[in-house]
């Protein structure tokens, strides 16, 4: 994030036919060493609760730094 310590993470995908063969975590790695080699700390992401990925980066060392909740009620008649 500009003028602070921190890296983001605008988005992560692997393609639905190439999941769960470890790409996503390696590019996560890839991202943090790149970070970390330009000196910043830290690095952030956002991501929705309903997302398959959140295990994924509990497991690459991430943890949850806020949580929101939505809440939706369809107007319709």
Do not use: N
């Not at 994030?1 to 393609?15: C, F, I, N, S």
């Not at 700390?41 to 991430?62: E, F, I, K, N, Q």
């Amino acid at each position: 994030m500009p003028g602070t310590d921190e890296g983001y993470l605008e988005q992560v995908a692997v393609r639905r036919d190439h999941r769960g063969r470890g790409i996503a975590r390696l590019l996560l790695r890839h991202t943090f060493r790149a970070f970390h080699r330009t000196g910043l700390c830290s690095c952030t992401l956002w991501t929705h609760s309903d997302t398959g990925a959140l295990d994924l980066y509990l497991r690459v060392g991430m943890t949850v730094r806020q949580s929101s909740t939505v809440f939706r009620k369809d107007l319709g008649v």
